[in-house]
């Protein structure tokens, strides 16, 4: 299974946009790659996932490498309520298991 | 929609007592698994299991059991537990069809001690 690695902290300005990476550099061909969020006590929630081709959703957008070996989380415009832990992830080749980064936390100043 | 249920929210056990958290869905999700969460560990999967009577162990299954005998529920059980099971424990599920391709629900975990 691919190992993800990410900063531990980051800081941004309310109602900028705020740029998460992540870097999967053993990822496979087939592996997809998922971000969750989690708030203090309270399970990771998820947030978006992709394969090869950028994606958007209401919460977010991803970014990923045309190697696929990083990806980025963007927020467009961070409010107080996305402080929290993001975690990269990825399955593992052919299967349900998903294997998490150690997650960044971000804080987020009015 | 209840989603992912677990219960306890908290529990304190001493050395060597056994017990069962349990983990309900009401999604007919196939797909679920339990996960242990350690300040600076991300989480760690621990046992999974791809349907009803069906499963496997994860990267830590070391000191814990599991069996699924519907689809609805997915207990995990300690049978003899020790300091080093102290943590946040998660319990996950999700349509199985689709392999890597489809998000994960959780509920909002079960804090152990182990004293």
């Known amino acids: 299974d691919a190992k993800t690695t990410q900063p531990n902290s980051m800081e941004s300005n309310e109602e900028e946009p705020v740029h998460l990476p992540c870097n999967h550099s053993?990822?496979?061909?087939?592996?997809?790659i998922h971000w969750y969020r989690q708030l203090p006590s309270q399970g990771p929630e998820y947030v978006i996932h992709?394969?090869?081709s950028n994606v958007n959703n209401r919460m977010a957008s991803l970014a990923i490498a045309e190697d696929r070996k990083s990806s980025t989380l963007i927020l467009h415009r961070a409010t107080l309520r996305d402080a929290a832990v993001y975690y990269c992830a990825t399955t593992g080749a052919g299967s349900y298991q998903l294997t998490f980064g150690k997650g960044t936390k971000l804080s987020v100043i009015p | 929609n209840a989603g992912v249920t677990q219960t306890p929210k908290f529990q304190v056990l001493k050395t060597g007592q056994s017990m069962t958290l349990q983990c309900a869905q009401d999604?007919?999700?196939?797909?679920m698994s339990w996960y242990r969460q350690d300040p600076g560990m991300g989480l760690r999967l621990i046992h999974y299991?791809?349907?009803?009577?069906?499963?496997d162990q994860g990267e830590v299954p070391n000191g814990y059991n599991v069996s699924r005998s519907t689809t609805e529920d997915f207990p995990l059980r300690l049978l003899s537990a020790a300091p080093s099971q102290t943590s946040v424990y998660f319990c996950?599920?999700?349509?199985?069809?689709?392999?890597?391709?489809?998000?994960?629900?959780f509920g909002d975990g079960t804090r152990l001690s182990i004293l």
């Open positions: 992709g394969l090869t």
């Open positions: 053993t990822i496979s061909g087939t592996d997809y």
């Open positions: 999604m007919n999700h196939e797909y």
């Open positions: 299991s791809v349907g009803a009577g069906i499963t």
């Open positions: 996950a599920s999700r349509p199985r069809q689709g392999m890597g391709n489809q998000p994960q629900h």
